[in-house]
């Protein structure tokens, strides 16, 4: 899919982080000591953020919402739609967006909506937003991304050196006639879904005791269990050097824009390691493209963008407008694009919750 928006603009971005981190030397300890290092060094790995055990997804979002509501950046009657992006949401039913809305009590008016998606959420939930918009003149939508993928994990002693990051993102969308056009692309190819995967924990497949169980299901020598995500990194990796350049490419064609034009390539971070390589690829330097949210936070699925924005950009993007390129690819298997003249933000920060 590749489209554009008119008189559509990103006012305000929050980050929103929990307040327990861990360190990668400390979790791996009892690791062998040779191979740990090397992924430290080559994968960036360093620190991350995980939630308490209690803690659900629209606690992260609330927390965010009650922030922005708090410093007076909006206020409730100009809200008119809640787009919420997550793989954990804290009940089948009913949705965050509907517990967002009850919990921060807001107009009964506000649409809400839940997307399931992983990588690919933030641009998806923008996308949304935007053609909500299209139907309210004079409203604002807020996109909430959040997952809390690591409060599973840790229970599990096989899985204490967990590299990925709870957070939640909070980002306020609307109308404006003279905003300069966006620029999306999206593709999707789910004949190579089972290359990133939580097996178990749907209805297809309900966690059990079975389920939970680690073996080396996939013969490479490797304990996995049902209840988490499984990941064939190889194919991974090359799906996102293959597919993500041309995408780039594309997307900065249809804009009308040079790779040299653009100020920031802010993109979702699995790792350093496949980031420096797309990089490469792309003939982008590093210092346009930052590749530190790993090693700082940790990887958070649909947050990684947000959160790479709030803390490496903010700044810059609250004094000056920016030519940016945004890209979200993994789990689906999706990948997206999007070119926006991003800057003069009402608001651009990274908080830390205390829920």
């Not at 040779?34 to 927390?63: F, H, N, W």
């Not at 298997?333 to 003249?341: G, M, N, Q």
């Amino acid at each position: 899919m590749l489209t554009k928006f008119k008189g559509k603009k990103i006012t305000g971005i929050l980050g929103i982080l929990p307040e327990n981190e861990y360190d990668y030397d400390e979790e791996t300890k009892e690791f062998a000591d040779r191979q740990t290092k090397r992924l430290k060094r080559i994968m960036g790995y360093g620190k991350r953020r995980a939630v308490k055990p209690e803690t659900a997804t629209s606690d992260l979002c609330i927390y965010g919402l009650n922030y922005i509501l708090k410093n007076n950046w909006i206020n409730k009657e100009e809200i008119g739609g809640i787009v919420v992006v997550t793989l954990t949401p804290d009940y089948f039913v009913p949705h965050v967006s509907n517990i967002i809305q009850g919990e921060c009590d807001l107009p009964k008016d506000v649409v809400c909506m839940d997307i399931a998606q992983g990588c690919s959420a933030y641009l998806m939930g923008l996308m949304q937003a935007f053609m909500l918009l299209e139907h309210m003149e004079n409203k604002k939508v807020l996109v909430f991304t959040g997952d809390v993928l690591n409060r599973k994990a840790k229970t599990d002693k096989e899985m204490q050196a967990q590299f990925g990051g709870d957070a939640a993102s909070v980002t306020v969308v609307e109308n404006d006639e003279q905003a300069k056009d966006i620029y999306f692309n999206m593709y999707s190819d789910g004949k190579d879904r089972d290359c990133l995967i939580m097996p178990a924990g749907g209805y297809r497949l309900p966690r059990s005791a079975e389920t939970a169980e680690f073996k080396d299901y996939l013969g490479d020598g490797i304990l996995r269990c049902k209840n988490h995500i499984w990941m064939e990194g190889s194919k991974v990796f090359n799906f996102v050097q293959k597919e993500v350049p041309p995408m780039i490419e594309e997307i900065l064609q249809y804009a009308g824009v040079s790779a040299n034009d653009a100020d920031w390539f802010l993109f979702h971070q699995p790792n350093k390691f496949m980031m420096e390589k797309l990089a490469d690829k792309m003939q982008v330097p590093y210092e346009k493209m930052p590749m530190n949210i790993v090693g700082e936070f940790g990887n958070s699925s649909g947050s990684t963008i947000p959160i790479n924005i709030t803390y490496n950009v903010a700044n810059d993007l609250l004094e000056n407008e920016r030519v940016c390129c945004l890209s979200g690819f993994g789990s689906g298997l999706t990948w997206s694009s999007a070119l926006v003249h991003l800057g003069k933000l009402h608001f651009c920060e990274l908080v830390t919750s205390t829920c």
